[in-house]
């Protein structure tokens, strides 16, 4: 069965601090891809970085970047110098093969000014 | 370029109703999904259209039905209506140009809240 565990449900940090949000997922399939989105309070999720499977090259994005373990089948999530518009709800999501994807059930980070 | 449009952003309805929701995709955009967001399930896949045609369905019953149209637009209906049904139903679009869908990015519209009263 697929699945994905993102354990942390709320997370407040104070504006500038550094943040991970962690992602666990479970899969036999031996291709697949992990995603990240951001959903705003307007509503739409917002796709942030997608990785593959037999890529585990971390990567940087400005103030992001994502760390890919597939020995512990793990794809965390670290903004750094948190600011208040990344105040959102972060998705983690797996697609095993040709299926839809699956879900985790978000993380909730609020950044106080 | 426009992004996903769903229409309408509210709806109100009461139990036994049926409703239908709307989504326009990106222009050249082929694959349209649905998804539905509740506090309890979180984010639970519906189904996805190519080409007018259904290429996945999740686990939900019957009530829960879809179209896609040749322009790339698409509906879905649910019918007869229940309380459970209130939720914020998400569409989202593809640039998939061969292969799955699944694996490129999805752009989302802002979603369709449902309340079923």
């Known amino acids: 069965a697929q699945k994905v565990t993102q354990a942390q449900t709320e997370i407040s940090v104070v504006e500038k601090e550094d943040v991970t949000l962690d992602c666990v997922y479970e899969?036999?399939?031996?291709?697949?891809?992990l995603f990240w989105y951001k959903q705003p309070p307007s509503g739409e999720l917002v796709f942030l970085i997608r990785?593959?499977?037999?890529?585990?090259q971390n990567e940087i994005s400005g103030r992001y970047s994502w760390n890919f373990q597939k020995s512990t089948s793990s794809f965390n999530f670290t903004i750094t110098a948190s600011q208040v518009v990344d105040s959102a709800v972060y998705f983690c999501?797996?697609?095993?093969?040709?299926?839809?994807?699956?879900f985790g059930k978000g993380t909730r980070l609020s950044v106080i000014a | 370029k426009a992004g996903v449009t769903q229409t309408p952003r509210y709806l109100i309805k009461t139990r036994g109703q049926q409703v239908t929701l709307s989504c326009s995709p990106i222009?050249?955009?082929?694959?349209v999904s649905w998804y539905q967001q509740t506090p309890g399930q979180g984010l639970q896949f519906l189904f996805e259209?190519?080409?007018?045609?259904?290429?996945n369905k999740g686990n939900f019953p019957g009530r829960f039905s879809g179209r896609q149209f040749s322009n790339s637009r698409s509906e879905m209906n649910v019918s007869t209506l229940e309380l459970g049904d209130s939720a914020l139903y998400l569409c989202?679009?593809?640039?998939?140009?061969?292969?799955?869908?699944?694996?490129?990015?999805?752009?989302f519209g802002n979603g369709t809240r449902l309340t079923v009263t």
């Open positions: 222009s050249g955009h082929r694959s």
């Open positions: 989202a679009s593809s640039p998939q140009t061969g292969g799955s869908s699944y694996n490129s990015p999805l752009h």
């Open positions: 259209y190519f080409s007018e045609t259904q290429r």
């Open positions: 990785r593959n499977s037999f890529d585990e």
């Open positions: 899969t036999r399939d031996t291709t697949y891809y």
């Open positions: 999501a797996l697609s095993p093969g040709n299926t839809p994807l699956v």
